[in-house]
């Protein structure tokens, strides 16, 4: 009998691995994405895209430094060893540093890392969360894809 138990009781767990940075709500299958908008940029040595919130604030930034074929994730905040990411297919803690002087915690990813595919198709939303806190969800909007896209050719 405490077989059939356990097993019910494991179907219904959460599949998110424990990981450090992880928030506390780790699936965003339901959460709404906050208002706001993606901005593209090129630059000299490649392109961004900016997320901003509907005070047109900066959430997010992705960027490609295509001398070095890396792309950048920056979160506006505090001090933080990891930045997990939340995609409808795939979920990751990455490694983070914190940029005092933009006050903002950088993560990097080779430009063909599958996670970047991942965020760029993801369907309805993509979270990103630092030091346990909240998770930032944002709507995956093309200019994602072409700040990615702009980074491999």
């Known amino acids: 009998m405490l077989f059939p ?27 709404m994405p906050i208002e706001g908008s993606w901005v593209y940029a090129p630059g000299s040595d490649g392109s961004q895209a900016t997320f901003y919130n509907s005070s047109r604030q900066p959430q997010l930034t992705i960027q490609c430094t295509r001398s070095t074929r890396r792309i950048a994730l920056l ?5 933080a060893p990891s930045m997990w990411i939340w995609t409808s297919s795939e979920k990751k803690s990455l490694p983070a540093t ?50 990615i896209e702009d980074c491999r050719v």
Not at 75 to 79: D, F, L, Y
């Open 5 to 31: 138990i356990a097993a019910a009781l494991a179907l219904t767990a959460d599949a998110t691995p424990n990981v450090a940075g992880t928030p506390v709500q780790s699936n965003l299958e339901y959460s």
């Open 75 to 79: 979160k506006p905040g505090a001090a």
């Open 98 to 147: 914190y940029d005092s002087g933009a006050a903002r915690v950088r993560a990097e990813l080779g430009a063909y890392d599958p996670l970047l595919d991942a965020i760029a198709a993801s369907r309805g939303r993509i979270g990103f969360s630092t030091s346990g806190l909240e998770a930032l969800v944002v709507p995956p909007w093309a200019d994602v894809g072409r700040v």
